[in-house]
């Protein structure tokens, strides 16, 4: 018996929690759905991600106005997956910032990411109709951009710490208040996604380069708000252990001639006493063991997900 492909049998509503972390800087998490957003300049908003539709994206936004009227300057996208970008037009911003990666891979794969993610998880794809196109980035950059918030806010500085979760991940660093934005490169609490991944890059000098910020406050793409110092760092020991775990199995079946299905089951069994009952487990697995299988087989850069292909790989393996 094959299981319910990826996530399209989760159609239970997620209880949402808006949380203040300081003045003037808000989270909203929703039980391992994707996690937004937003901080306070002197007189205008940045926002952090933008949900799978503007349908969806309003009613965040609806909350975020119980606390602040400013106008939306600048929206903030850590990567290029459509659960993140496709809700974007709802937030009027006069600027939308990616990295300069994710503009190529919008541009190269994002029309064909968006029928995947919209197959693998409908519940997130509220009024898909909304969705008007591919979102695009008008602001990118290659290491750093920093926006000043004015006011004696200081500045909320975006970064690029290597390649991870994808070619194009960048964090929101706010150095006065010790609170980070990681996007997927942290998940605290939930399941990892690497099917467009770098797993040894991300596994090694990239969560290095997102340590040594030394956040007290994290905010990763799924799960709780790690908090204190001690908090983030147990979400990103959880990531990293994942992945260590994933290089270990999938490389022990890669090196000894083993299958891409018995790769998986045993990846499946030495995650599953920790991680199993964690969001998007399930979901997640037989893609993230498929792209680190072609990494393995010296397929440098992630091949592109495509509906057919997602079907054919979660009917392989979930099998």
Same mark, same amino acid.
């Given at each position: 018996m094959v299981k319910p492909f990826a996530s399209s049998a989760d159609r239970g509503e997620k209880r949402q929690s808006l949380e203040v972390l300081a003045e003037g800087v808000y989270a909203?998490?929703?039980e391992g759905d994707p996690n937004v957003g #937003?901080? *306070? @300049? *002197?007189?205008f908003l940045v926002c952090f991600e933008a949900l799978a539709t503007? +349908? &969806?994206a309003r009613e965040w936004l609806a909350r975020l106005r119980e606390h602040t009227d400013k106008p939306i300057r600048y929206l903030v996208l850590s990567h290029y997956h459509a659960v993140r970008v496709l809700g974007a037009s709802a937030f009027g911003a006069d600027v939308i910032v990616t990295h300069d990666k994710t503009r190529e891979l919008i541009a190269e794969r994002g029309a064909e990411d968006w029928a995947s993610e919209y197959a693998r998880m409908p519940r997130l794809f509220k009024e898909p109709g909304s969705i008007p196109g591919l979102t695009w980035p008008t602001a990118t950059?290659?290491?750093r951009f920093t926006i000043a918030l004015g006011g004696g806010r200081g500045d909320l500085v975006l970064a690029y710490c290597g390649r991870g979760h994808t070619e194009g991940d960048l964090v929101a660093w706010l150095p006065e208040r010790r609170i980070m934005f990681a996007g997927d490169l942290v998940e605290s609490q939930a399941a990892l996604y690497t099917g467009d991944a770098f797993h040894r890059d991300w596994s090694t000098t990239t969560l290095d380069r +997102?340590? !040594?910020?030394g956040a007290e406050t994290l +905010?990763? @793409?799924?799960? !709780?708000? &790690?908090? @204190? #110092?001690r908090g983030v760092e147990a979400a990103i020991a959880q990531t990293r252990d994942f992945l260590a775990v994933m290089l270990r199995e999938v490389g022990r079946a890669h090196e000894g001639g083993g299958t891409l299905k *018995?790769?998986? !089951?045993?990846t499946h069994r030495a995650l599953e006493p920790r991680y199993g009952a964690w969001p998007i487990f399930e979901h997640c697995l037989p893609f993230n063991v498929s792209r680190l299988w072609d990494e393995l087989d010296g397929v440098e850069r992630p091949v592109i997900w495509t509906a057919e292909r997602d079907r054919a790989v979660w009917e392989q393996l979930q099998s």
């Open positions: 909203l998490t929703a #937003a901080i *306070e @300049g *002197e007189d503007p +349908v &969806a950059f290659s290491d +997102v340590a !040594a910020f +905010v990763g @793409g799924r799960g !709780a708000v &790690a908090r @204190g #110092a *018995e790769a998986f !089951a045993n």
